[in-house]
């Protein structure tokens, strides 16, 4: 009878494990930012098998009895870092931990962020923490070319376990960034005679790719390539208008996707950026303004917004403990300088998701998405205000 009971108890532990992993939530708030339309009052998110199943107010949104429901004062997509360094740059600040900026040559287009980031990295999982769930990250500024960037969820225990893009833009450095551990260049003219000189090279690598002639397979030359045929983007970071417009001649003369980041003096310029077309990867708002960024403006996000240039926020790199901002109190600084909360907002969110090309996934509440979820007990951009749970791909990681 003791082995017949054990045989019922086991089969009725495994079922309810099951129902248990498979559970489904609804997450209520007094306000949802859907991203997708005007915020709904008294709003529901609900979320099945890891996506959203369906968002809509209360009074037309039933929840189901067997769904775990969570309630906050306010409820937004998950956050999203357009740039930064974390799970690459550690929280120790110390060698050991700081694999963001290869040293030994200053183009190094074949670094793959991939290959370097620790997704157990504590940085990342303070990120999460604070309602960011996505983040483009990489080898950060210093190099001429420094690697090539990934797109990840801030959780999981291997880079695999949530990796959106392995591979996504290509670092590039202009201006007075370069790290002084590289002997050349020396000056400006030296940089971009450095670029030009790695694309021509590239330019003929494509040509023998792309026929049927045999090569030798370079791992620079192909990111370089594909850089070349739009299958990558550079991600140039540079702060100084008379930088910035050497960027743009560079761009135009070898015809490759860009995206503008940092910008801190992108204000002088703003019509030679937008007629071309280009989306930034603003500053963060509280920069420490010295160096190349001397003349950055906190007011810079409002004035590209308002002449409607594609924006995101970043956290950057920091060169100093704990080594990363938080791009959700970059806006809330934004958002008091000329922006606006829910311009913020849409900026934290589905338009940093369009500019990196990951909008079907994520940055906004809406059926068959990532169920990405940040929930808050206050107005999310105010400083005072608590991060109360965070979902991530429908799981609840806070």
């Known amino acids: 009878m003791r082995y017949l009971k054990q045989f019922i108890l086991i089969p009725a532990l495994l079922l309810a494990f099951h129902f248990s992993a498979?559970?489904?939530?609804a997450v209520k708030g007094e306000t949802v930012y859907t991203m997708a339309g005007n915020p709904i009052s008294n709003g529901v998110v609900l979320i099945k098998d890891g996506k959203i199943e369906r968002v809509g107010s209360s009074s037309s949104v039933n929840i189901p009895s067997n769904y775990e429901v969570h309630e906050s004062k306010v409820v937004t997509p998950g956050l999203i870092d357009a740039h930064s360094v974390v799970g690459l740059a550690g929280h120790l600040n110390v060698d050991a931990d700081q694999d963001q900026l290869e040293t030994s040559n200053p183009i190094q287009p074949e670094l793959r962020a991939i290959d370097a980031y620790n997704a157990r990295e504590a940085l990342v999982g303070h990120l999460k923490d604070l309602g960011i769930t996505t983040v483009h990250t990489g080898h950060g500024?210093?190099?001429l070319i420094s690697g090539q960037t990934m797109i990840t969820k801030t959780?999981?225990?291997?880079?695999e376990d949530n990796l959106i893009e392995p591979s996504k833009m290509l670092a590039f450095t202009l201006g007075n960034n370069i790290s002084g551990a590289f002997s050349k260049p020396g000056t400006r003219a030296k940089t971009i005679s450095m670029m030009r000189q790695e694309l021509i090279k590239a330019q003929s690598y494509l040509e023998k790719r792309n026929s049927?002639?045999?090569y030798s397979k370079d791992l620079g030359m192909e990111a370089l390539a594909d850089l070349l045929e739009g299958k990558m983007t550079a991600l140039v970071t540079v702060h100084q208008a008379h930088d910035i417009m050497s960027a743009i001649r560079l761009q135009e003369e070898f015809g490759f996707p860009m995206v503008l980041d940092g910008v801190?003096?992108?204000y002088l310029i703003i019509d030679e950026i937008k007629e071309r077309g280009?989306?930034?990867i603003i500053h963060p708002s509280m920069i420490r303004p010295r160096g190349d960024a001397k003349n950055?403006?906190?007011e810079t996000a409002a004035k590209l917004y308002e002449a409607g240039i594609p924006i995101a926020f970043q956290s950057g790199f920091e060169g100093y403990v704990p080594k990363t901002r938080v791009v959700?109190?970059?806006?809330?600084?934004?958002a008091a300088n000329g922006l606006g909360k829910e311009n913020a907002l849409k900026v934290l969110t589905i338009d940093a998701a369009k500019l990196l090309g990951i909008d079907d996934r994520v940055g906004s509440l809406e059926r068959g998405k990532d169920a990405d979820v940040v929930m808050f007990d206050g107005d999310p951009l105010e400083y005072v205000t608590n991060v109360t749970g965070v979902f991530i791909n429908g799981e609840k990681v806070k």
Do not use: H, K
Not at 22 to 25: D, F, G, K, L, P
Not at 155 to 159: P, R
């Open 22 to 25: 498979e559970a489904q939530i």
């Open 155 to 159: 959780t999981g225990d291997n880079v």
């Open 328 to 334: 959700l109190f970059e806006a809330g600084v934004a």
């Open 212 to 214: 049927d002639e045999d």
């Open 296 to 298: 950055a403006s906190m």
């Open 141 to 143: 500024p210093g190099a």
């Open 278 to 280: 280009y989306s930034v």
């Open 264 to 266: 801190a003096e992108a």
